[in-house]
């Protein structure tokens, strides 16, 4: 994760006074001081860029932030799915990093290295037949089956909210 920290005094004054947040906030508002020409206080920022998985306001606390980072950071590849699921759906990140990730009950079927032309609802129906979900199927009934009607119900259930991911909340 990274946020792109900005002077607002001095974005007030006409400058666009900011960097990646490498260094500290306390550099920022010093260059901030410098482009503007006042000995006003600069004492806030505002993010006006970032690069992350999850949703950043412009007023974002920095402290928090840093706290939700270290927490995205320990995130297993399956975890983070389930984070961009929950706020794919529009449950809060924030609120979904603080109640634990583990308490939300979510299906989440990853379908990317499937080369075929097929959609992801129709895998994910092949998926469910295979896995015996509607009963035992007589070996040659399969290829009688509408494999695209049945991925037209499922689409409406399940969400793709990565490409060639799809999932539900239950």
């Not at 995130?75 to 990093?97: F, H």
Request: proline share 0%; net charge negative.
């Amino acid at each position: 994760m990274r946020v792109y920290i900005t002077d607002l005094k001095a974005y007030s004054c006409g400058h666009l006074v900011g960097e990646w947040l490498i260094k500290s906030v306390e550099s920022v508002l010093s260059e901030g001081k410098k482009v503007c020409g006042s000995v006003d206080e600069h004492e806030e920022i505002f993010l006006s860029d970032y690069e992350a998985d999850i949703k950043i306001a412009e007023y974002e606390n920095i402290y928090s932030l840093n706290d939700r980072a270290e927490v995205l950071e320990s995130y297993s590849e399956d975890e983070a799915l389930k984070l961009k699921l929950l706020a794919y759906e529009g449950y809060s990140e924030k609120e979904v990093i603080d109640t634990g990730i583990d308490s939300y009950d979510i299906e989440i079927y990853d379908f990317r290295g499937d080369s075929s032309f097929k959609s992801v609802f129709e895998l994910l129906a092949e998926k469910f037949i295979d896995d015996g979900l509607y009963g035992e199927i007589a070996e040659g009934l399969g290829y009688y089956l509408n494999y695209e009607a049945m991925a037209r119900d499922l689409s409406m259930d399940y969400c793709e909210f990565e490409s060639g991911v799809v999932g539900r909340v239950l």
